[in-house]
């Protein structure tokens, strides 16, 4: 059982990439248990979760001044259970304040609350009866619901594609002049006021009571707001702690701003430290902690001190040695940033006249990963159903005996069944990140974010074209087929899963052939006829994948040299093996040389001098994702800084142990 409301309400990420969120929008009480407006809903609470497929979410029921009624995400799972209603829903990856609210999420900062429209409420004492969900909210002051305007029902609404005009029966004018018309439905007008200790009580004024004309309806949401705001600064006062009396600085050291933004959501949570100025705690501890008090400071005060004071150099209110000594301990980090002033990380593109055009390098094409069968994973682990065994076919004499209609196990057509199988797919995660300072950005030649954002995005790319090549998840020391004289270190990526190299060498060697000298013809027919028959035979659907030096000595192979042997496809005239016995040939730079003896890669570089030839066949092989590349910038204006994080998650799966093979000891 959940201790407290706000642990049922409270919004949880769901996913590494913190864009499905969820948590108990709806917590089930009675009449001993209320909410925080003396009102309750029970398991008997009419809900219509089947009202539509998906419902919108606010954020604060769309009353913050800067998000509005523009939804944030959808709501695609509502289940309940015996505490109550649970939530999952997809944030909207492309809204503005996406940033925002995830980091609120992550700090544990906001909570669930349901919407409906006053006209559909229906409610005996305190039980809440009929409660058409509309809505749902990510709201800091959670644990109570909400009635919510029809304009931003019908904003939101038309926003999915949804059509509201059910739900919302309003006349054409907003001053009905009938009887016979129904009135329009006042919006609710909700005053909310601390009662200390973080509690929150609501008063609902009824319907009837709410002034008619829209002029006043406004006047008092403008009322409503305003003693919102003043209870919530109240009650943040009354959260803080006490600080003991100490001596502060002179009053010419002005106390540590911080400087409002519009483009995002801010929740201020107290601490026993909030009133303090970066000045203040540097003197607390100076104080405490000096002249052998012996007083030792939590984490939490080194780790506000530091953020304080780096926000007080930057404002100029404090010279930079104030936040040395926090660098030196390790509070704050020096040179983790690409910048203008670091040689090989920023300082080569800020210089005094250059072309206003970065140089690429030329890069080989990514084909690895082109050449599997690509599959989206919609849960991890997903599992694929697969073929296995064939029933058996039996020789059967001829059926003489009316005994013999009897299923018994003298029917002369023994019984035989077809086999199953499968195939769990576990997604696993690469990834890389960044950070380089304004001042680069604003001061290179070239653009730096759209350059940073395509460079990272291809080394993505040729990592996952490395692991579905090279992939070996073994660790203990001289196993790797990458490293088979060394231990892999932490994080190396292909450790991610096994690829097509450690299941030729180590899974099922049977489907590995060691050239031993010069590639030639009857070697590579050779390998591909270690595949099952049924794959040998369709050249099609079959590809050689090779390493660089394996490509220039296919290309001296006579048998595909000249015209007279070739014709027009002659490697003397195009200069490129295109197929051969009519499998195509795709040449990567992510297949490095092996050692001549076993095909593994040794930690020193001269033994690696022989080549390798990967034949794949490609129906029977899978790279599942359960997230494509992405890349996500953001821009963290308390550091001044951009950060750039890609990631992707997939792994490799092979349906038996007869789809690929390899030929490798090749001389180059």
């Known amino acids: 059982m959940l201790d407290t409301l706000s642990d049922v309400m409270s919004v949880k990420s769901l996913s590494d990439d913190g864009l499905r969120v969820g948590g108990y929008l709806i917590a089930f009480g009675d009449a001993a248990h209320p909410d925080l407006t003396g009102e309750y809903f029970t398991p008997r609470t009419d809900l219509c979760l089947d009202l539509f497929p998906i419902r919108p979410i606010f954020y604060d029921h769309g009353l913050d001044t800067s998000i509005?009624?523009?939804?944030?995400?959808?709501?695609?799972?509502?289940?309940?259970?015996?505490?109550?209603?649970?939530?999952?829903?997809?944030?909207?990856?492309?809204?503005?304040?996406?940033?925002?609210?995830?980091?609120?999420?992550?700090r544990g900062a906001l909570g669930w609350s349901s919407g409906s429209l006053p006209h559909l409420v229906q409610k005996s004492g305190g039980e809440i009866i009929h409660w058409p969900l509309i809505e749902a909210s990510l709201t800091p002051?959670?644990?109570?619901?909400?009635?919510?305007?029809?304009?931003?029902?019908?904003?939101?609404?038309?926003a999915?594609?949804?059509?509201?005009?059910?739900?919302?029966p309003i006349p054409d004018s907003p001053h009905p002049q009938s009887k016979d018309l129904p009135h329009p439905q006042p919006l609710s007008v909700i005053t909310e006021r601390g009662v200390g200790g973080g509690v929150w009580e609501r008063e609902s004024m009824p319907p009837e009571s709410v002034p008619y004309s829209q002029e006043d309806i406004a006047l008092d949401e403008i009322k409503t707001l305003t003693q919102t705001v003043s209870t919530l600064t109240e009650?943040?006062?009354?959260?803080?702690?006490?600080?003991?009396?100490?001596?502060?600085?002179?009053?010419?050291?002005?106390?540590?701003?911080?400087?409002?933004?519009?483009?995002?959501?801010?929740?201020?949570r107290a601490t026993k430290y909030s009133e303090l100025s970066a000045a203040d705690m540097s003197f607390l501890y100076e104080l405490m902690a000096g002249a052998g008090r012996g007083w030792q400071p939590e984490s939490a005060f080194l780790r506000e001190l530091a953020d304080k004071s780096v926000k007080a150099v930057g404002a100029g209110q404090l010279p930079y040695e104030a936040i040395k000594g926090l660098a030196a301990r390790g509070y704050l980090k020096a040179n983790e940033l690409d910048n203008t002033?670091?040689?090989?990380?920023?300082?080569?593109?800020?210089?005094d006249s250059w072309r206003a055009e970065l140089w690429l390098r030329v890069r080989q094409d990514n084909i690895v990963a082109?050449?599997?069968?690509?599959?989206?994973?919609?849960?991890?682990?997903?599992?694929?159903?697969?073929?296995?065994?064939?029933?058996?076919?039996?020789?059967?004499?001829?059926?003489?005996?009316?005994?013999?209609?009897?299923?018994?196990?003298?029917?002369?057509?023994?019984?035989?069944?077809?086999?199953?199988?499968k195939i769990t797919l576990r997604a696993q995660k690469l990834a890389l990140r960044m950070a380089w300072s304004s001042e680069l950005n604003e001061d290179a030649l070239i653009p730096i974010v759209a350059n940073y954002r395509r460079q990272s995005i291809r080394a993505m790319q040729n990592a996952i074209d490395n692991v579905l090549l090279n992939g070996d998840v073994a660790t203990a020391a001289n196993t790797n087929v990458n490293l088979i004289d060394g231990t892999p270190g932490t994080g190396t990526k292909y450790?991610?899963?096994?690829?097509?190299?450690?299941?030729?060498?180590?899974?099922?060697?049977?489907?590995?052939?060691?050239?031993g000298g010069p590639v030639t013809l009857p070697l590579l027919r050779k390998t591909r006829f270690l595949l099952n028959g049924a794959y040998a035979l369709r050249p099609r659907d079959l590809a050689w994948i090779v390493d660089d030096l394996t490509y220039a000595k296919l290309l001296s192979m006579p048998e595909f040299a000249t015209m007279d042997k070739a014709g027009a496809a002659a490697t003397n005239l195009s200069g490129q093996v295109g197929v051969i016995d009519g499998v195509p040939v795709f040449a990567t730079a992510e297949l490095g040389l092996s050692q001549a003896a076993d095909g593994k890669i040794s930690a020193t570089p001269a033994n690696n001098t022989r080549g390798?030839?990967?034949?794949?066949?490609?129906?029977?092989?899978?790279?599942?994702?359960?997230?494509?590349i992405m890349a996500n910038l953001e821009f963290i204006s308390y550091a001044d800084i951009f950060h750039l994080v890609v990631t992707a998650r997939l792994t490799m799966a092979m349906q038996d142990n007869m789809s690929s093979a390899m030929l490798f000891g090749i001389s180059v």
Request: glycine share 6%.
């Open 612 to 628: 390798t030839a990967v034949l794949l066949f490609r129906p029977l092989a899978y790279a599942g994702y359960k997230r494509q």
């Open 68 to 106: 509005k009624a523009a939804p944030v995400g959808v709501i695609d799972t509502l289940r309940a259970d015996e505490i109550g209603v649970w939530c999952e829903a997809q944030l909207d990856r492309h809204h503005r304040y996406l940033g925002a609210i995830q980091r609120l999420v992550a």
């Open 370 to 421: 082109p050449l599997f069968e690509m599959l989206d994973m919609p849960t991890n682990p997903y599992e694929l159903p697969i073929e296995s065994t064939d029933p058996i076919v039996y020789f059967v004499p001829e059926t003489t005996d009316q005994v013999q209609m009897v299923l018994t196990g003298g029917n002369p057509i023994p019984e035989s069944k077809i086999a199953s199988n």
């Open 235 to 268: 009650a943040v006062k009354s959260l803080q702690i006490a600080a003991m009396p100490i001596k502060r600085l002179p009053a010419s050291v002005p106390a540590d701003p911080i400087a409002a933004r519009t483009d995002q959501i801010s929740v201020t």
């Open 495 to 515: 450790l991610a899963f096994n690829g097509l190299r450690k299941y030729c060498l180590v899974t099922n060697p049977a489907q590995s052939l060691n050239a």
């Open 141 to 158: 002051t959670p644990a109570q619901p909400y009635h919510t305007t029809v304009g931003a029902v019908k904003s939101a609404y038309g």
């Open 341 to 351: 002033a670091q040689t090989g990380f920023g300082a080569e593109w800020v210089p």
């Open 160 to 168: 999915l594609g949804l059509d509201a005009a059910a739900l919302i």
